[in-house]
């Protein structure tokens, strides 16, 4: 497999970062989170209008540019890099993913026509308040009512569940349990019957929120794919959200590494600049390592994850490929922040200084979508059952 970009792909990474440098300062970055809404919607529609970049991996038949999921793991990355406070994670990487894999061609041509057009921000809601993110973490429940479904339940760590205009919602079947009665609905988040109440949390640059539903009433043409069967599509978006994750806390770690850098470089003791210690090499030599040992896994997981999108040879190789990224890459960026924030000294943990803001990223997304030790039982139980099978 070629690890290398294209011309193309290296253009684009470029762009990003050139464009998010521009706009994803220390400043905007900390005015957004002051908000409730969480980002500049003028930015967002940049974004969207300038960049283009919701359509980033949506096909040309829906009005999308129709590249590949290694463009949009290289944009995450810089996002990360940048801490930018956008609905773009949630949107592009979580329900847009959804639609790709469950949705009908009527579904795509409708929601990602408007994501594409007008900047749709939608959301993906599934886990009920469990800190594993499997199956089991589905509590809302629906049930047929004649040619409609009716859907009860409560959802929690939803990213930007209170300001998405669109929610693509996981349901199981009342009485079912584990993988089976998973179904998966499209509700517009002005549906009657819906609850959003936005909840403060750690990691102030992203922001969250609990749903409720109360005997919310959809039509049959909300359904995502069939009845009762959704898990294994969820499945597939939740590896594929993890994957984006994952680049976007190596493009953190990148920017932790470069601050460090830069401030023990300048930073004197003893008529030396501190970054000539031995003690001060090793360590940030550790975080070069933990970031590019991240960076290799996060880029395989992305050739896997293009594979699972287009039902490449490769597409089943996506739990184990997003399992590694996620564990390694959850545990090096919260490392790494942990270090910058010892070589700062003093000054690492105050307001003024930004390595704070990347701290409570680093713990924040090491939980989202599983930490490091839920991926690891995890790729055990895959590597067992591939040894039963052979």
Not at 353 to 370: C, M, P, Q, T
Request: glycine share 8%; proline share 2%.
């Amino acid at each position: 497999m070629d690890f290398a970009f294209t011309e193309e792909q290296e253009m684009i990474r470029d762009t990003a970062a050139a464009f998010l440098a521009e706009v994803s300062t220390s400043e905007a970055v900390r005015r957004a989170m002051a908000t409730e809404q969480g980002y500049d919607p003028e930015l967002w529609q940049r974004i969207c209008g300038e960049m283009y970049w919701q359509a980033i991996h949506v096909p040309e038949a829906h009005g999308g540019m129709g590249l590949g999921y290694i463009e949009v793991v290289a944009m995450m990355e810089q996002m990360g890099r940048y801490l930018l406070c956008s609905p773009f994670f949630a949107t592009v990487c979580m329900a847009g993913n959804a639609l790709l894999l469950a949705g009908s061609e009527e579904q795509k041509s409708h929601w990602l026509g408007q994501l594409c057009e007008r900047g749709l921000t939608a959301t993906l809601a599934f886990n009920g308040g469990s800190r594993i993110w499997d199956a089991s973490s589905i509590t809302a429940t629906y049930r047929r009512t004649g040619d409609a479904f009716l859907l009860n339940g409560d959802y929690r760590y939803v990213i930007d569940g209170h300001s998405a205009e669109l929610l693509v919602v996981a349901a199981r079947e009342e009485g079912s349990e584990a993988e089976e009665g998973i179904s998966l609905f499209l509700l517009p988040a002005d549906s009657a019957g819906v609850g959003r109440t936005w909840l403060p949390t750690m990691d102030q640059a992203r922001k969250q929120a609990a749903i409720q539903l109360s005997d919310v009433s959809l039509a049959a043409d909300a359904l995502l794919g069939e009845a009762g069967k959704g898990w294994h599509a969820l499945a597939q978006v939740i590896d594929l959200a993890a994957v984006a994750l994952a680049a976007e806390q190596v493009g953190g770690c990148q920017q932790l590494l470069d601050m460090t850098v830069d401030y023990t470089s300048e930073r004197v003791q003893f008529n030396r600049p501190i970054a000539s210690f031995q003690a001060v090499k090793h360590k940030a030599a550790d975080m070069m390592l933990q970031t590019e040992v991240a960076r290799s896994g996060v880029y395989y997981a992305a050739c896997v994850a293009q594979e699972a999108l287009v039902g490449g040879e490769l597409a089943a190789e996506l739990p184990e490929a997003a399992s590694v990224a996620k564990a390694y890459s959850s545990d090096a960026y919260f490392a790494v922040a942990g270090d910058t924030l010892q070589l700062f000294g003093g000054v690492g943990f105050t307001w003024e200084y930004d390595v704070h803001l990347y701290f409570k990223r680093a713990k924040s997304s090491e939980h989202l979508l599983g930490d490091g030790a839920q991926h690891r039982e995890r790729l055990a139980a895959l590597l067992l059952d591939q040894e039963n099978v052979s």
